[in-house]
Antibody
Framework: QVQLVESGGGLVKPGGSLRLSCSAS????????MTWIRQAPGKGLEWIAD????????SYADSVKGRFTMSRDNAKNSVSLQIDSLRAEDTAVYFC????????????WGQGALLTVSS | QSALTQPPSVSGSPGQSVTISCTGT?????????VSWYQQPPGTVPKLLIY???NRPSGVPDRFSGSKSGNTASLTISGLQAEDEADYYC??????????FGTGTEVTVL
C-alpha cells in the first residue's frame, strides 16, 4: 500500500533553517509528481510546492518563493523541503502528498510533520 | 494567489442535502477542470473526495457529488450522515501552474 512518511519537524528559532524529508513506498515513485501542503494550527490547507516526476520542474506558492526549496531523489524514493529564514508564520503541520499530474488531485497524504518556529 | 472562497460553515439534519460553494477566478476554477475536494474530520489527515470537478475515487460514496459553473465549484452531500461531520476544502489548479485551496467549510450534522 502507498505510504508517505515525513520526518525532520521540530522546534526552530526564527531566522533558522530546517529540512523536511518524506520517504515514499508502495508505488512507482519516479512516475509521480509530489507536493508539499501545510496547515497552520487551527487553520486551512495551503499548497506550498510541487515537483515533477523527473525533478526538472518545480513550482512554488508566491508566499514561500525564495525561502523554500523542494527536491527529490528518485533513487531513494524521497522528497525534501529545505526551509530557510524561518518565520513564526511557518509554524504548521507539513504534509507530503502524492499528486496525480493530469487530473490535478492529491490522492495520498502522509501523516504530517509539525514545525514550530518560536524563540 | 488568493485562497478560494468557501462559506465558513454549513449544517443540516441527517438525511438532508447540503451544498458547499467554492468561488475562485478566471485564473483558476474558471479556466481549469482541475478542481478537487477534500474531507478532513477533526484530528485526521485530509482525504480526497472528488477530482476533476465531478469524479469520485473508488470507495467514496455516491452521496458526494461535484459540479462547476463559471468561476464557482460546488460539493453536494446528499443523505447527510453523522460521519460526514468534518472540514471540507476545495482546490483548483491555476494558470500559474500552481494550486490554490479554499478557505474551508465546517459541516455540522444537527
Amino acid at each position: 500500500q502507498v505510504q508517505l512518511v515525513e520526518s525532520g519537524g521540530g522546534l526552530v528559532k526564527p531566522g533558522g533553517s530546517l529540512r523536511l524529508s518524506c520517504s515514499a513506498s508502495g508505488f512507482n515513485f519516479r512516475d509521480y509528481y509530489m507536493t508539499w501542503i501545510r496547515q497552520a494550527p487551527g487553520k486551512g490547507l495551503e499548497w506550498i510546492a510541487d515537483i515533477s516526476s523527473s525533478g526538472r520542474s518545480i513550482s512554488y506558492a508566491d508566499s514561500v518563493k525564495g525561502r523554500f526549496t523542494m527536491s527529490r531523489d528518485n533513487a531513494k524514493n524521497s522528497v525534501s523541503l529545505q526551509i530557510d529564514s524561518l518565520r513564526a508564520e511557518d509554524t504548521a503541520v507539513y504534509f507530503c502528498v502524492r499528486e496525480r499530474e493530469y487530473t490535478a488531485r492529491f490522492d495520498y497524504w502522509g501523516q504530517g510533520a509539525l514545525l514550530t518556529v518560536s524563540s | 494567489q488568493s485562497a478560494l472562497t468557501q462559506p465558513p460553515s454549513v449544517s443540516g439534519s441527517p438525511g438532508q442535502s447540503v451544498t458547499i460553494s467554492c468561488t475562485g477566478t478566471s485564473d483558476d476554477i474558471g479556466s481549469h477542470n482541475g478542481v478537487s475536494w477534500y474531507q478532513q474530520p477533526p484530528g485526521t489527515v485530509p482525504k480526497l473526495l472528488i477530482y476533476e470537478v465531478r469524479n469520485r475515487p473508488s470507495g467514496v460514496p455516491d452521496r458526494f457529488s461535484g459540479s462547476k459553473s463559471g468561476n464557482t465549484a460546488s460539493l453536494t452531500i446528499s443523505g447527510l450522515q453523522a460521519e460526514d461531520e468534518a472540514d471540507y476544502y476545495c482546490s483548483s489548479y491555476t494558470s500559474s501552474n500552481t494550486y490554490v485551496f479554499g478557505t474551508g467549510t465546517e459541516v455540522t450534522v444537527l
